[in-house]
């Protein structure tokens, strides 16, 4: 079956240190990648998505990549700060017929960011 | 402020009745989704709906209903088939449009318990 997974369940780093958090999927024919940020007791929010014919897209402190031949997605957090202490869950989006989504999403990586 | 309303946060039910779970929202998404998150696991897609009055099961839709009969609420109801029901319940919504990205826009979040 069609798969979404991380290496990492839990991942400590020095606030200001660059994060990455990795992601590995099986469904080449995900029209999207996505990542998604959650706050301990609250809902998922969406950080960035990149393109399944794109392997690189910048946004605000964050980057993610898209390694098409090793299936491989990863999230970059530039000088983390204790507010990036979340949850982080990649996600394939199939876009459905309706023009809906059909995410299927990663177990998610505990991101601890130290003082 | 538009968003997702999900009611009630937290919720206990006794074994062998049906608990509904309220969901609105007011952004004006044409789709909305049911997703269950278990401790440590991602999120797994229950109900979803394209279009008032048309709805469909996701990847674990047994023990659950649905229904879409305004385009802002999206109601779930937890029957007592559900062998395994206590879980955090997210609603989520999304524009419909061929060239959808994935951005869902979660609620907070429904805690039912099961005692």
């Known amino acids: 079956g069609e798969s979404v997974g991380l290496h990492l369940p839990t991942l400590s780093v020095q606030e200001g240190d660059n994060s990455i958090i990795n992601c590995a999927y099986s469904?080449?024919?995900?029209?999207?990648f996505i990542w998604y940020k959650q706050e301990s007791g609250k809902g998922p929010q969406f950080i960035i998505d990149i393109r399944s014919n794109m392997d690189k897209r910048q946004g605000q402190r964050v980057t993610v990549l898209l390694n098409k031949t090793v299936k491989h997605l990863s999230l970059q957090i530039a000088a983390t700060q204790p507010g990036d202490s979340a949850v982080y869950f990649c996600a394939e989006n199939t876009i459905l017929t309706g023009g809906g989504n059909k995410l299927t999403f990663g177990t998610g990586t505990q991101l601890k960011v130290e003082l | 402020d538009g968003g997702i309303t999900q009611s009630p946060k937290y919720l206990f039910r006794k074994e062998g009745q049906n608990v509904t779970l309220s969901c609105e929202q007011n952004l004006n998404h044409d789709a909305m989704y049911w997703y269950r998150q278990d401790p440590g696991q991602g999120l797994r897609l229950i109900y979803y709906?394209?279009?008032?009055?048309?709805?469909q099961k996701g990847d674990i839709a047994e023990g659950y209903s649905v229904s879409r009969e305004k385009k802002e609420s999206f109601p779930l109801t937890v029957t007592s088939a559900q062998k395994n029901p206590t879980a955090f319940y997210l609603c989520a919504s999304s524009i419909v449009r061929e060239s959808n990205t994935g951005e869902l826009f979660f609620g907070e979040g429904s805690r039912l318990t099961v005692l």
């Open positions: 709906s394209q279009i008032v009055n048309d709805f």
């Open positions: 469904n080449s024919a995900s029209d999207y």
